[in-house]
């Protein structure tokens, strides 16, 4: 392995159904606010324009950043978070690669809580991803859409003198 060898990943919500909703609603509350038949206010018209168009621009600034090196894994949803929360391979007995049901398992994409003890998941689309067990069975579950990749990189960093956790 090459000396400070990392893994990054950059993923943001790119899924064509999501911003077809997204672009409907902004466009339903821009006709409404065009055609205004009187029957809201104008505050409430402009309260109902700024929050779309906020919630439209959230959807496409969040980004999921990954990185893994031999010393642990760092992770930071933007703008949830400003800087990388840390995880040190000493704090993790366990990490994977799994598939997983976002729907079903987390209640869906983001920062989320999953349902009957399976931890937390950050993640933005798809069902691949890299399932951290801590040394306390705290669970933390961080997609990825390249889990071909992080598994060639978690083998490649799979040294006994970094004191890793065993891979799958």
Do not use: C
């Not at 690669?97 to 869906?108: C, L, M, Q």
């Amino acid at each position: 392995m090459k000396e400070n060898s990392t893994f990054y990943e950059k993923q943001s919500f790119r899924q064509w159904w999501l911003w077809l909703i997204l672009i409907f609603v902004l466009g339903f509350t821009i006709y409404n606010f065009v055609d205004n038949n009187e029957s809201f206010s104008t505050g409430e018209m402009i309260a109902s324009f700024a929050v779309t168009a906020i919630i439209f621009i959230l959807f496409f600034i969040i980004k999921l950043e990954t990185k893994i090196d031999e010393l642990g894994v760092r992770v930071r949803l933007f703008p949830f978070h400003l800087q990388f929360k840390y995880f040190p391979w000493k704090t993790i007995r366990k990490a994977y690669i799994r598939e997983y049901s976002p729907i079903g398992e987390y209640g869906g994409w983001g920062l989320r809580l999953g349902l009957f003890g399976k931890g937390k998941a950050y993640n933005v689309s798809g069902n691949m991803g890299l399932q951290l067990v801590f040394n306390d069975n705290k669970k933390l579950l961080i997609g990825t859409q390249k889990s071909q990749e992080m598994r060639k990189f978690l083998a490649e960093i799979n040294n006994p003198e970094y004191n890793l956790p065993k891979f799958k």
